[in-house]
């Protein structure tokens, strides 16, 4: 597994589109994700910035469609984005607005998730979250599906 941004931008430059050989795959779609999974939920991956109460609504429409596409296709979406903005919106104060609260949020829906769907959104291979979601699914044998080639 790579250690940095710049070997991430680069594996993402380089890979060739579904090819399924090593741990991360590009270019899979929604419909290429079915059967990926383990029968399991699909962590979504997408762009954040903490704190929370800042995302942009762009960023959880993003992550909105990404789940609903997946769900379309019969898998089981879980997005820390959805949930996140969803629960703040109640509650401002909730320890998921901290990054060790999120942390903990973040870690049991991983947790539960049988592979991890990178949608093509704005930013995704620089956002630190998505790189430590990356880098856990390398260390615990946990598929990455990223739909995007290249960095966008």
Known sequence: MTSTFENW???????KPLDWSGPIVFGVGPAD??????????YVASTLRLCLCEVPEYMVLVAARACA???RMGVL?????????AMLEVDMHL?????????KQVAGLRNAAGAIWVPACPGWASCPQ?????QWAA??????????KGVM
């Open 9 to 15: 931008a680069a594996l993402s430059r380089s890979a």
């Open 130 to 134: 998505i790189w430590a979601d990356v």
């Open 95 to 103: 320890k998921i607005n901290e990054p060790v609260g999120w942390a």
């Open 77 to 85: 979406p879980i997005s820390p984005v959805i949930l996140g903005a």
């Open 69 to 71: 596409e997946l769900s």
């Open 33 to 42: 994700v079915v059967g990926h999974a383990g029968g399991k939920p699909v």
């Open 139 to 148: 260390s615990h044998g946990v598929p990455v599906m990223v739909e995007a």
